[in-house]
């Protein structure tokens, strides 16, 4: 009978003799509300959707004349300035600002992704306008210099800046602090 109860065991566990393995084979345990998440695949999600939602967000805001900075402004010092400005350049642009909105989305999730609340996101975001639009932007001749590019670029960029970077970092932030979902079941 135990041999019976045993093999039975066996074959549920897949062959490891138990559950002691169990949270080492698929890291998701039936005591446990949340499974352990992913950091490269949550990553690359969350930098995607940040890039193209914030991407379109850019590319209304440029439709709308509230920016005088193309979507694809970050690929700029690849492309001609023109070919951005057609619908084949705006979806390239978008596709730009994707694939640095994962790049920032893994320096941040490294550098700050332990930190809770918005504040870190806001800062993140507001440190990356910084950096494109004041010191390497101009230098790289993706944007005009700040004297030049007018206030309503300014603002606007900041605020899309400001907002992108408080997606990516609540986002982790939510996702990497909240340890009361990982908690066992009968402990809440």
């Given at each position: 009978m135990k041999d019976d109860n045993e093999r039975k065991e066996m074959e549920r566990s897949g062959g490891h003799g138990g559950d002691r393995h169990e949270g080492r084979r698929n890291r998701t345990r039936p005591e446990y509300g949340k499974p352990?998440?992913?950091?490269g695949a949550y990553g690359l999600q969350v930098g995607f959707f940040a890039g193209l939602i914030w991407g379109v967000v850019n590319w209304v805001c440029y439709q709308l004349?509230?920016?005088?900075?193309?979507?694809?402004?970050?690929?700029?010092?690849?492309?001609?300035?023109?070919?951005?400005?057609?619908?084949?350049?705006?979806?390239?642009?978008?596709?730009?600002?994707?694939?640095?909105?994962?790049?920032?989305?893994?320096?941040?999730?490294?550098?700050?992704?332990?930190?809770?609340?918005?504040?870190?996101?806001?800062?993140?975001?507001?440190?990356?306008?910084?950096?494109?639009?004041?010191?390497?932007?101009?230098?790289l001749q993706m944007v005009k210099p700040v004297?030049?590019?007018?206030?309503?670029?300014l603002t606007t960029e900041l605020c899309l800046f400001a907002l992108w970077g408080l997606f990516i970092g609540y986002t982790i932030a939510y996702e990497f602090t909240d340890e009361a979902s990982r908690e066992p079941i009968h402990a809440r």
């Open positions: 352990n998440t992913n950091v004349n509230l920016t005088a900075v193309v979507p694809g402004f970050i690929i700029e010092p690849f492309f001609l300035s023109s070919f951005l400005k057609t619908w084949t350049g705006i979806a390239v642009g978008i596709g730009g600002f994707i694939v640095f909105s994962i790049v920032a989305t893994f320096i941040y999730y490294f550098l700050l992704g332990k930190i809770r609340g918005p504040w870190a996101g806001i800062a993140y975001g507001l440190v990356w306008w910084a950096v494109l639009f004041v010191a390497a932007g101009p230098v004297t030049l590019i007018g206030w309503d670029t």
